[in-house]
């Protein structure tokens, strides 16, 4: 195999794919990312197998010699944050549109042999029935699920009118170990995760009966491999979820029996934004991309917590 690009490659999603890409053999296995929120710590396993480039994808010039040449573009660099995009919307916006045509821009000019693009569930908004096809018309609620929206029509044009080889993934709630739980706008798992170690209560907002389709990230990351080579597949955008659906409730109702706990949760107001039940219909990505996630909710949530727990 051989020449890969990770953008976002320090981040929780980004590294997995690194290691993945590792696992797999890749020759060189370039990394951009501005730790912002990626950590070099992440990359840790794999160090000495990866070119590390501290550099920031709102900045044509420092990303496009990286990206040259690439045989495969892994763009997963981004604010990743519903609540983040509304309450400091200029940088979602900068990172998560100006960063996406950033890197599509040098992957076309430097003849990249594809994209493949984390887009988000939040575009599909609030739907009339479940699960969620691709076919369904978006209906985004927040800044961040207009932006990463616009990443993907972003895709859909630079294959269309350039020629330039896309896949986009819209992740359903990627959980797992890595997944840095220590800001408010961290994902709710790894949120329940670290109060269930610290004997916390956690507090979710609305009645908690709002669902998510919870997708481990090694699932993830295999499918990022799998959109990499996946033959008539340009342009499109697929679904990169489970199929299955859990409540807030239900989750820390499990975390609570992992970790041997009896605690209430705080029920605060539903937050802006948000997005009321979320699940994929996987059909088209099993069909296209070969898609087979492994892990079940209760198996992803057990190695997680491990992982958490060893990290104290
Ligand atoms: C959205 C996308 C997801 C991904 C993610 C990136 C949807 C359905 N999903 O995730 O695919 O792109 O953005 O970050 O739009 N919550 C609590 N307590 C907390 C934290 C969160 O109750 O301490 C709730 C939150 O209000 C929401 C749910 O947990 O109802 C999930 O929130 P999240 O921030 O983990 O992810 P979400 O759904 O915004």
Known sequence: MSHYVVTGGAGFIGSQIVRALACAGARKIVVIDN????????????????????????????????????????HEAAIPSVPRSIDDPVPSHEINIDGTFNVLRAAREGRAGRVVYAASSSAYGDTEVLPKVECMPPNPKSPYALQKLVGEYYCGVFAGVWGLQTVALRYFNVY????????PYSGV??????CAIERRAPVIFGDGEQSRDFTFV???AELNLKA???KNVSGRMYNAGNGGRITLNQAWRLVQELEGISIAPEYGPPRAGDVRDSQADV????RDLGHAPRFSFEEGMRRTLEWYRQQR
């Open 228 to 230: 990499a080579s996946a």
């Open 176 to 183: 797992g170990p890595r997944q840095d739980p220590s800001s």
């Open 218 to 220: 090694e699932d993830v």
């Open 35 to 74: 730790l912002l929120t990626g950590h070099e710590a992440n990359l840790e396993e794999v160090r000495a197998r990866i070119d590390f480039q501290r550099a920031d994808i709102r900045c044509y010039e420092e990303i496009a010699p990286l990206i040259r040449g690439a045989a495969v573009v892994f």
């Open 189 to 194: 798992l790894s949120i329940f995760l670290r």
């Open 283 to 286: 059909t088209a990505a099993v």
